[in-house]
């Protein structure tokens, strides 16, 4: 095997296990969220710990890339650019596995299903949150500049819902004031999910630099 086909083969086995850990932060979202729904604390309980597991993913990651600088070398740009990129696109994945278990640990506390029953926004921003992360992490692993453009434009709706959860609770609050604390806690789950939707961006803009050197249109490499 050649330097260049030994080097496409290590990128191919990175993109695989980016893959891998982009579903395990798609999955921790969505369990939350049924966790909250059900008021499953032992759910919740099992997402805090499945956060190790991609923790650990994001060390791997990190010593394959290093791995690849090392003993590869890439002198070209571009394959500076998918070494380096990825670094950062997996730091971003490992943000978002935290915040899913920063979800978990308020529903291990809260009354979850009246929340998640009352304040309608929030199933819909989980949802958009969690489609973001997962058309990111593909458009990166595919090289897809063009499908971050546009996933980096469905923000805008998580920010959208983001305000409408607010507009809920000021409601809730309204009509209920001995709820305080359930309405704290669910602007904390919005807040945790606009996050979210915050680091989907990143690893679009970081999709888009992977292809062209830029970031935010100013040329970098």
């Known amino acids: 095997m050649t330097a260049r086909a030994g080097f496409q083969h290590e990128i191919a086995a990175l993109n695989e296990e980016l893959a891998t850990m982009g579903t395990m932060i798609e999955e921790a979202i969505e369990r939350c969220f049924q966790a909250m729904e059900q008021e499953d604390k032992d759910g919740a309980q099992e997402i805090i710990r499945g956060d190790r597991r991609i ?15 090392l003993k590869q ?14 670094l950062k696109v997996v730091t971003d994945m490992e943000r978002i596995g935290d915040h899913a278990a920063d979800i978990a640990e308020l529903v291990l506390r809260m009354d979850s299903a009246r929340i ?48 409408r959860v607010k507009e809920e609770i000021v409601k809730q609050l309204k009509s209920d004031t001995g709820h305080i604390d359930g ?3 669910a602007i904390m789950v919005a807040k945790y999910l606009e996050r979210i939707g915050d680091h989907a961006v990143n690893i679009c803009e970081w999709t888009e630099f992977h292809e062209t050197g830029e970031l935010n249109h100013i040329r970098l490499v």
């Open 55 to 69: 923790n650990d993913m994001e060390k791997a990651i990190e010593a394959h890339c290093l791995s690849l600088m």
């Open 116 to 163: 998640y029953e009352e304040i309608k926004a929030i199933p819909q921003m989980a949802e958009a949150a969690k489609n973001m992360v997962h058309d990111a992490v593909h458009a990166f692993i595919n090289c897809d500049v063009e499908a971050a453009k546009q996933n980096m434009k469905k923000d805008d709706v998580v920010d959208e819902l983001f305000n």
């Open 73 to 86: 070398q890439p002198v070209v740009a571009g394959d500076l650019r998918i070494v380096s990129t990825a």
């Open 183 to 185: 309405c704290i806690d």
